[in-house]
């Protein structure tokens, strides 16, 4: 704890999807918590911008903060970026998750990685913590070699998560959110209703997160690989088909496409379970799609 009788939580990426919501749960604590959020191009009052490709900024900024944890939400997430861009996605998921765990460990720092269940490649699931990973494209790729760097580094945490949404601040930020594009014209839209996805409210994660952390700093053996998903199992065209409904706007031009997604390979069902969290009495609310999505996209419905 530190001379204020707080812990100290870093929190890369906090400008993102998950990072925004992720520091917004930390402060929210704040009897308990001192929190310092980093962010690369969104950098806003309450962050510090910090490039974490660069080794001596990274080891600069975490020895003046003096975090307890470090959460480690920055990363390339878009799969179809990934692949066209894999020497900068391995700078950012790979190098800089590696020079985390140097600066976590020489600071006496826990450091919680975030992973994705695209680890897998979807032919078995649901997937268990140890089960073995075969990641089908350059994302999953990367993703998997950052867990690699994390479990060589020391006794830090890894949480795979699924398909995110939630808070936005444009509807391309998540790629359950984009879905509502499809309602907004009435021309034809094939939307996929092949791949299965468990899409997950960035709140609930949040929740997790903090547990988690909390657990740590309290003594609790908070090692190795952890698993957190939501649990209705859908395809986009499900999801697009829910969003009509809340919003009751006509589905009727937007066409079930039962094949495969084209761009990078992605998996078929790579449902995650959660056992592990669970049996650690780790257990927030799971967000309804209807309540979830709702909330989402309630600031962008006319």
């Not at 307890?68 to 700078?91: G, L, S, Y």
Request: with cysteine.
């Amino acid at each position: 704890m530190s001379s204020s009788g707080k812990y100290r939580a870093l929190i890369t990426g906090a400008s993102g999807l998950l990072g925004r919501v992720v520091k917004r749960a930390f402060t929210s604590q704040s009897q308990n918590w001192e929190v310092l959020g980093t962010a690369f191009t969104r950098v806003k009052e309450d962050l510090i911008a910090l490039d974490l490709t660069k080794e001596n900024e990274v080891f600069k900024a975490v020895q003046n903060f003096k975090p307890h944890v470090i959460i480690h939400c920055a990363a390339e997430r878009r799969p179809d970026v990934v692949e066209k861009q894999v020497e900068a996605t391995h700078q950012l998921n790979v190098g800089a998750t590696s020079t985390l765990c140097k600066a976590a460990a020489e600071n006496n720092c826990w450091l919680l990685y975030i992973s994705t269940d695209y680890v897998f490649d979807g032919t078995k699931p649901p997937y268990q913590v140890d089960d073995e990973p075969n990641p089908l494209n350059a994302y999953g790729t990367s993703k998997l070699q950052g867990e690699e760097v994390v479990k060589k580094a020391g006794n830090f945490a890894i949480l795979r998560v699924p398909l995110l949404y939630g808070q936005i601040e444009k509807i391309e930020e998540s790629a359950v959110t984009i879905l509502w594009k499809n309602l907004q014209t009435t021309d034809t839209r094939k939307t996929s209703d092949y791949e299965r996805r468990h899409p997950t409210t960035t709140d609930d994660v949040a929740a997790v997160i903090l547990s988690m952390a909390e657990k740590k700093v309290q003594g609790e053996n908070m090692s190795g690989i952890f698993h957190w998903s939501g649990n209705e199992n859908m395809t986009k065209y499900d999801m697009v088909q829910t969003m009509g409904s809340v919003f009751g706007v006509s589905t009727d031009h937007v066409i079930a496409d039962k094949t495969a997604s084209s761009g990078a390979h992605r998996p078929f069902n790579s449902y995650l379970s959660s056992d592990r969290l669970e049996a650690m009495g780790i257990k927030p609310k799971r967000t309804p799609f209807k309540e979830g999505i709702k909330a989402a996209l309630q600031p962008y419905v006319n």
